[in-house]
C-alpha cells in the first residue's frame, strides 16, 4: 500500500530516513514497523512562524517492498538518422539535441564559444584582467549563460512543457535527487560543468555532433525554405531544419537575420542594478533570527512592487552568491550572479529591475533595434563610468536613494571592482526614480534590507532578450522560413533554465512534426 501526508521536520532532520519513518508513523497512524521506506516528493521551508521548519510532502510504503528511483542515461543509436542542426549549445539547444535523439533524429549542435572546461580560462581572463572573449565568456559557450551563472531551476513555467523530466534528465546526468523535490531547486555553478559535459557524451554517444568554435554568419534559405546554415569560416552544413537557440545576447544573430529580411520584432525587457546584502542580513530577516545555524540554508528573498505604473522587483536572488562580469563585448558593462552549490559566500546577491515597455523608448516603433540599442547604450555608458577594465559603477543602497557620492564602498564579491559613481549619470531617470522609490518600500516589506550595507553595482541588463524571434504557435517554425524554428530565451520564449531547456523539447518536437 501507498499513502502520501505532509509531515512538519525541524531543520536538520530532513534527510534522516529513521526520523521521516517517525514522524511519517506519527502522522499516517502506522507503525513504524509496516513502514518500509519514505519518499520525499516536495520540501520547502516554511519561515512564517516563530520557528523555522521544513514542510513535506511524502509517499509512504507500506507492507510492500520500498525501491527508490534510478534514473539513466538511455538514448537510441541515431547515427544515420535525418538530420538536424541546432544552433546554440545552452539549456534550450542540449535539450533539443536530447529531444531530437529520443524522436529518431541526429542532431548537429553548433556552438560559437568552447567546451565548458576550456571556457574557464577566457572566465578568468574576464576576471582577473577584465579582458573579453566577444566569443567565449559568461554568456557563450557549452552550456550557456546558466552554466557559469548560478543553475538555479525555479521556474513558474510549469504549463509549457514536462518540468519533472527536465529535471530527471538533469539527475540522470549528475545533478542530485535534491532538485526533484525542493521548492526552488539549484545544482550551483562548481558543480553545472560536470553535468553539462555528460550531456554532450549522450549526444556523442547516440551518434550527434556537437561542433565548438562554430559561428553561424547565414541561414541558407531557398524560396522560404531553410537548407543550412554558413559557418564564420565558409563551410556549409545542410539539414532540412535548423533551430535557432543562440541566447538573449547573440546580437550579431539577430543582425544576420535582418540582413535576410528575416523578420524579427523589438521587444520589452527590465533593467536596473546588482543588489548585494551582507548574507547574515537576508537570514535575519528572513529567518527572524541572529543566527541561522548550520542547519538552515543561506536564505533567499523576492521583492516586487508597482512604482509608477511600472514593476520594480528583485531577480535571479543569489544566496551565498557572486556579482559576475557577464559583458560580451569589450566596451560594456553587464553583471549577473551566482552561486555554488552549497551557497556558502558571504554575500547574497540579487537584479533589482524597472519593466520597460515599448513607448518608454523614443524612436521608430517598427525599429526592432530600438529596445537592444537603449540596453547597448546603458550598458556602455557604465563601462565608462567605472573607468575600463570591466570596473562597475557602484554605490551604496542609502547613498543611491538619497543622492550622495559614496565616500567609499564595501566589501563585495565583484572580482573586476567597484568605483564609487552616482548611478544617476549611468541610469535613464525614469529607471533612477523608480529604483529610488522601491528600495525604502523594500524595506519595510523585509526588515533590515533598506541599508548602506548593501551595494548597487551597475548594471543588470540582459533580464531577457530585448528582441523577438516571431513563431507560429503551434508548428513553433518562423512564419516567413519553413523549417527555422526560433528557440529559447534568444528568440524571446523562456526566461531561465528550466524554462528554456522546455522549449528546446518543444521545438524538437515541432521539427519531428514537420518532418512527418
Known amino acids: ?102 524522436n529518431g533524429l541526429k542532431p548537429i549542435v553548433l556552438e560559437r564559444g568552447k567546451d565548458v572546461k576550456q571556457r574557464r580560462r577566457d572566465l578568468a581572463n574576464i576576471n582577473k584582467q577584465g579582458l573579453v572573449n566577444p566569443e567565449s565568456n559568461y554568456c557563450f559557450g557549452e552550456g550557456g549563460a546558466g552554466t557559469y551563472s548560478d543553475g538555479k531551476l525555479y521556474t513558474r513555467s510549469t504549463k509549457r512543457g514536462d518540468v519533472k523530466g527536465i529535471l530527471e534528465t538533469f539527475v540522470a546526468h549528475g545533478a542530485t535527487e535534491d532538485i526533484l523535490v525542493d521548492a ?48 564564420a569560416d565558409g563551410e556549409r552544413l545542410q539539414a532540412d531544419a535548423v533551430i535557432l537557440a543562440t541566447g538573449h545576447s547573440a546580437r550579431d544573430v539577430f543582425e544576420m537575420l535582418h540582413h535576410q529580411n528575416i523578420l524579427i520584432e523589438a521587444k520589452p525587457f527590465a533593467l536596473g542594478v546588482r543588489i548585494e546584502h551582507p548574507q547574515e542580513i537576508i537570514d535575519k530577516a528572513q529567518y527572524h533570527c541572529e543566527n541561522r545555524g548550520p542547519d538552515l540554508p543561506p536564505s533567499y528573498y523576492n521583492l516586487v512592487e508597482q512604482v509608477d505604473e ?123 526614480n523608480r529604483l529610488k522609490k522601491a528600495l525604502p518600500v523594500f524595506g519595510r516589506k523585509m526588515n533590515g534590507y533598506y541599508t548602506n550595507e548593501a551595494i548597487l553595482v551597475g548594471v543588470e541588463s540582459r533580464t531577457s532578450s530585448p528582441i523577438k524571434i516571431p513563431r507560429d504557435r503551434d508548428t513553433y517554425q518562423h512564419p516567413q522560413v519553413a523549417g527555422l524554428f526560433p528557440c529559447g530565451e534568444g528568440a524571446g520564449y523562456a526566461g531561465g533554465i528550466i524554462s528554456a531547456a522546455i522549449d528546446g523539447v518543444n521545438c524538437a518536437n515541432g521539427v519531428s512534426k514537420y518532418f512527418g
Open 1 to 102: 500500500m501507498i499513502k502520501e501526508i505532509e509531515v512538519v521536520c525541524p531543520p536538520g532532520q530532513q534527510d534522516d530516513q529513521a526520523f521521516l519513518k517517525t514522524l511519517a508513523s506519527a502522522g499516517s497512524k502506522i507503525p513504524q514497523n509496516r513502514i518500509t521506506g519514505v519518499k520525499v516528493l516536495k520540501r520547502s521551508i516554511d519561515a512564517r512562524g516563530r520557528k523555522v521548519v521544513y514542510r513535506m510532502q511524502v509517499r509512504l510504503y507500506i507492507d510492500e517492498p520500498f525501491k527508490p528511483e534510478t534514473f539513466e542515461r538511455s538514448y537510441k543509436k541515431i547515427s544515420n538518422a535525418r538530420r538536424v542542426i541546432i544552433v546554440g549549445a545552452g539549456p534550450a539547444g542540449l535539450f533539443a539535441a536530447l529531444q531530437c535523439i529520443q
Open 184 to 231: 526552488r531547486p539549484h545544482i550551483g555553478t562548481n558543480k553545472l560543468p560536470q553535468i553539462i559535459t555528460a550531456m554532450r557524451e549522450s549526444i556523442l554517444e547516440a551518434g550527434g555532433e556537437v561542433i565548438f568554435d562554430a559561428k553561424v554568419t547565414s541561414l541558407m534559405v531557398d524560396f522560404g525554405t531553410i537548407k543550412g546554415v554558413k559557418l
Open 310 to 432: 511600472r514593476g520594480v522587483f528583485s531577480f535571479c536572488m543569489c544566496p551565498g552568491g557572486i556579482i559576475a562580469p557577464c559583458a560580451t563585448d569589450t566596451d560594456e558593462i553587464v553583471v549577473n550572479g551566482w552561486s555554488p552549490s552549497k551557497r556558502n559566500n558571504p554575500f547574497a546577491n540579487s537584479g533589482t529591475v524597472v519593466q520597460i515597455n515599448m513607448e518608454d523608448i523614443p524612436g521608430d516603433m517598427n525599429d526592432p533595434f530600438r529596445m537592444l540599442n537603449f540596453q547597448q547604450q546603458v550598458e556602455q555608458v557604465a563601462f565608462k563610468a567605472g573607468g575600463g577594465n570591466l570596473v562597475a559603477p557602484a554605490q551604496r543602497m542609502v547613498d543611491f536613494v538619497e543622492g550622495r557620492l559614496s565616500v567609499d564602498l564595501p566589501v563585495n564579491s565583484y572580482l573586476p571592482g567597484c568605483r564609487s559613481v552616482e548611478l544617476k549619470e549611468v541610469l535613464p531617470g525614469w529607471i533612477h
